[in-house]
């Protein structure tokens, strides 16, 4: 069955990093896009990035662009996001997820997600 579990979240000042990883199983990894999405406290779902199924493709909110980078290791089977810059409006529950077919489509499954805490 598909898996996807998250790592790497914590606590972070203002103005810090950190690089989240999602650990994919039981689909071929290297043939889909995957997709990073956020839910703040009390906010619904944000989109935050995709990455198509090679990685040569990159797609970004633009609320994050210019701060986080979406890359992926298929030969790990792992997706990653670094995060860079970071603002307290940052904070949210991180989750990978699966495409359905293509970057910035349907998501299929979901990680249990990974919280970042951005604050002094």
């Known amino acids: 069955q598909v898996q996807l579990v998250e790592s790497g979240g914590g606590l972070v000042q203002p103005g810090g990093s950190l690089r989240l990883s999602c650990a994919a199983s039981?689909?071929?990894?290297?043939?889909?896009?995957m997709s990073w999405v956020r839910q703040a406290p009390g906010k619904g779902l944000e989109w935050v990035s995709d990455?198509?199924?090679?990685?040569?493709?990159?797609y970004y909110a633009d609320s994050v662009k210019g701060r986080f980078t979406i890359s992926r290791d298929n030969a790990k089977n792992t997706l990653y996001l670094q995060m860079n810059s970071l603002k307290p409006e940052d904070t949210a529950v991180y989750y990978c997820?699966?495409?359905?077919?293509?970057?910035?489509?349907?998501?299929?499954?979901w990680g249990q997600g990974t919280q970042v805490t951005v604050s002094s």
């Open positions: 990455v198509d199924s090679g990685g040569g493709s990159t």
């Open positions: 039981g689909f071929t990894f290297s043939a889909y896009a």
């Open positions: 997820a699966k495409d359905l077919t293509r970057p910035l489509g349907s998501k299929d499954y």
